[in-house]
């Protein structure tokens, strides 16, 4: 079973500031998907990255996934108290016919203080 | 846009009990899945289908099973309940093929008494 690994599990920030969050592994992944969650509610899905190296933005989010395909970093620029979440990473791993299992990170916890 | 419905957001059962979860998508996906969550340990994969009437083995399967006798329902069932199976259960559905997204359900926080 591949494990992914995230840092920090927690993290306290004040508004404003900017912030990264790390996700690794020792395998190695056809893609990389992240997920944010929300309490009471289910994750959804904030971006995939595929290509070694890959650089993908989302307003103030930035996703990069590694060159060897194992890793990926989220950053986070001028924090804002929307981005209070758990933010998940997923490594996808391919099956037979074409489908994909994920496996989850263990989660960092994100609160944004106003 | 998708959705995904657990037939419980909140459940209390006593050991020994068998205990049905229901997850039911509208969106015509091929493939769905049971996840728990448990804090510090992300999601963590029990089993999935990728077809009606077909099941796989996720990475903690023991203690549970699965049914999929129609396309947009899944269930997950405890056979026999105990108290480490106390956690927040999610399910979730994806279209067939590579990179699709996950769309999940809001989850079922189970606790055995």
């Known amino acids: 079973t591949q494990l992914l690994e995230q840092s920090p599990q927690f993290l306290s920030i004040q508004e404003g500031e900017n912030l990264t969050v790390y996700c690794n592994s020792s395998?190695?992944?056809?893609?990389l998907q992240w997920y944010r969650q929300e309490p009471g509610e289910g994750p959804v899905l904030l971006v995939t990255?595929?290509?070694?190296?890959e650089v993908k933005k989302l307003k103030r989010l930035t996703f990069q996934f590694g060159d060897a395909r194992k890793d990926s970093s989220l950053h986070i620029t001028a924090a804002q108290p929307g981005d209070t979440g758990l933010y998940l990473c997923a490594g996808s791993v391919r099956r037979d016919f074409g489908n994909e299992k994920l496996t989850f990170g263990t989660g960092t916890r994100l609160t944004i203080i106003p | 846009d998708v959705k995904v419905t657990q037939s419980s957001r909140y459940l209390v059962k006593r050991t020994g009990e068998k205990v049905f979860l229901e997850c039911v998508q509208d969106m015509d996906h091929e493939n769905m899945f049971w996840y728990r969550q448990d804090p510090g340990l992300g999601l963590r994969l029990i089993y999935f289908s990728y077809d009606v009437k077909m099941k796989e083995k996720g990475d903690i399967p023991e203690g549970y099973s699965v049914s999929r006798e129609k396309k947009e329902r899944f269930s997950l069932i405890l056979e026999s309940a105990s108290t480490n199976q106390t956690s927040m259960y999610l399910c979730?559905?994806?279209?067939?093929?590579?990179?699709?997204?996950?769309?999940f359900g809001d989850g079922t926080r189970l606790s055995i008494l």
């Open positions: 990255v595929v290509t070694g190296g």
């Open positions: 979730a559905s994806s279209m067939g093929g590579k990179r699709q997204p996950q769309h």
């Open positions: 395998s190695v992944f056809s893609s």
